[in-house]
């Protein structure tokens, strides 16, 4: 009884190897992917175009409150009391407006930046489902891979696919 257990053993053991040997696995940078297929590029740019004007708006507003403030700073001791509280509280004005549209403007630009990776990665995976069929493979991984080794790479080959897919 226990030689059967034995041989049976090693008979699944030798039989699991084999189908391991014969089967084709790849592997595919994501973030890669993301970054340098001309899509990702073409997301990041729209991105910067649409709010290019709020971010320029934010920076001069920045700007305004720092001249603000080294003005209060310079000329603190010249001014009156009244003066010095009202531009005190001009100032603390300026920053909390500030603030509200700074952090508007990170909670828009994280929206729109999630509905756009979101489109992307559908087509991104779309794209590496159809490839992995079509070349044969049993196995893509895509993400949490220690070590892959540049036999199993087939990043720049689904960039290439990618790229010519609009």
């Given at each position: 009884m226990q030689r059967i257990t034995i041989l049976l053993s090693i008979l699944l053991i030798s039989t699991t190897s084999v189908?391991?040997?014969?089967?084709?696995?790849?592997y595919v940078n994501f973030g890669q992917l993301m970054e340098k297929s001309q899509q990702g590029q073409a997301v990041r740019k729209a991105l910067e175009s649409e709010f290019s004007s709020r971010d320029k708006q934010l920076g001069a507003s920045r700007d305004a409150i720092l001249k603000l403030?080294?003005?209060?700073k310079n000329d603190r001791s010249i001014m009156s009391e009244s003066n010095r509280v009202q531009l005190e509280k001009d100032i603390h004005s300026k920053k909390r407006d500030h603030n509200?549209?700074?952090?508007e403007y990170?909670?828009?630009?994280?929206?729109r930046r999630n509905e756009e990776i979101g489109a992307l990665q559908k087509k991104v995976?779309?794209?590496i489902k159809k490839f992995s069929q079509e070349k044969s493979y049993d196995l893509v991984l895509t993400q949490a891979v220690l070590y892959a080794?540049?036999?199993?790479?087939?990043?720049d080959q689904v960039l290439q696919r990618l790229n010519s897919s609009k």
């Open positions: 189908v391991y040997a014969e089967s084709k696995i790849g403030e080294e003005k209060l509200r549209l700074r952090d990170r909670e828009d630009i994280n929206i995976y779309e794209v080794s540049p036999q199993v790479d087939i990043t």
